[in-house]
T-cell receptor
Framework: NAGVTQTPKFQVLKTGQSMTLQCAQD?????MSWYRQDPGMGLRLIHY???????DQGEVPNGYNVSRSTTEDFPLRLLSAAPSQTSVYFC?????????????????FGSGTQLSVL | DAKTTQPPSMDCAEGRAANLPCNHS???????VYWYRQIHSQGPQYIIH???NNETNEMASLIITEDRKSSTLILPHATLRDTAVYYC???????????FGAGTTVTVRA
C-alpha cells in the first residue's frame, strides 16, 4: 500500500521560477492538505481540500495555489518562488464520513519535499 | 482552536516510562486532544486522541485531567526509536484546519 506519495523529494529553484509539488494518495481519502515546516518550527497549514473540486485556504496560503480535480491528486503550485518559501512541504490525507470528519481522523502524511529557493 | 503549551524538550531513559505533559487551559467542551509525533524529518505520525476519558492503544496512553485543562501522553517503555518531536493539538472534531505547534523534543537515552 503506497499511502501518500510526494514528489519530488528535493528541489532547488531560483527566485521567480514556478513549479508544482505533487501529492497522490491511493486510500480514496476525501480530505487532503498541504503543510510547510520551517526549521525548528511546527507545521503550518497552507491549503486543504475536502473533495474533488473543493479547496480552501489554511493559515499561510499566500504564494501558493492548489486544485483538486481528482480524489487521488492534490498538487501545490508555486507561481513565482521566493526565498521565504524555502521549507519542507508535507502533504496529508484522511477519510471523511458523510462529508464531515468521522471516527477515523488520523492524518496520514507523505515523506515530504525539501524545497530551497535561491 | 484552544492553544496548547508543551515543554520544548525532555530526556527519558530507555526502558522507562516517558510522561509528556500538555496544558490546554482554554479548551472548550467540544474540542478533542490529539497527539502526533515526528521522527527525524519524516511526516508526522498519529498516536492517539481523546475527549475526556483516558485512552490507550498499542502505542501510548492518554490521561486527561477531570477539568480537561491538561493532559499527559505516556509512552510506557520508551525505546531509542521513540526519540522524536511530539505534538499536542486540541481541536473541534469537525474543524478541517489543523496546524501543529513547536511540540516537545523527546530524546530517549540508552
Amino acid at each position: 500500500n503506497a499511502g501518500v506519495t510526494q514528489t519530488p523529494k528535493f528541489q532547488v529553484l531560483k527566485t521567480g521560477q514556478s513549479m508544482t509539488l505533487q501529492c497522490a494518495q491511493d486510500m480514496n481519502h476525501e480530505y487532503m492538505s498541504w503543510y510547510r515546516q520551517d526549521p525548528g518550527m511546527g507545521l503550518r497549514l497552507i491549503h486543504y481540500s475536502v473533495g474533488a473540486g473543493i479547496t480552501d485556504q489554511g493559515e499561510v496560503p499566500n504564494g501558493y495555489n492548489v486544485s483538486r480535480s481528482t480524489t487521488e491528486d492534490f498538487p501545490l503550485r508555486l507561481l513565482s518562488a521566493a526565498p521565504s518559501q524555502t521549507s519542507v512541504y508535507f502533504c496529508a490525507s484522511t477519510p471523511l464520513a458523510g462529508g464531515r470528519p468521522g471516527s477515523n481522523e488520523k492524518l496520514f502524511f507523505g515523506s515530504g519535499t525539501q524545497l530551497s529557493v535561491l | 482552536d484552544a492553544k496548547t503549551t508543551q515543554p520544548p524538550s525532555m530526556d527519558c531513559a530507555e526502558g522507562r516510562a516517558a510522561n509528556l505533559p500538555c496544558n490546554h487551559s482554554t479548551i472548550s467542551g467540544n474540542e478533542y486532544v490529539y497527539w502526533y509525533r515526528q521522527i527525524h524529518s519524516q511526516g508526522p505520525q498519529y498516536i492517539i486522541h481523546g475527549l475526556k476519558n483516558n485512552e490507550t492503544n498499542e502505542m501510548a496512553s492518554l490521561i486527561i485531567t477531570e477539568d480537561r485543562k491538561s493532559s499527559t501522553l505516556i509512552l510506557p517503555h520508551a525505546t531509542l526509536r521513540d526519540t522524536a518531536v511530539y505534538y499536542c493539538i486540541v481541536r473541534v472534531r469537525v474543524d478541517y484546519k489543523l496546524s501543529f505547534g513547536a511540540g516537545t523534543t523527546v530524546t530517549v537515552r540508552a
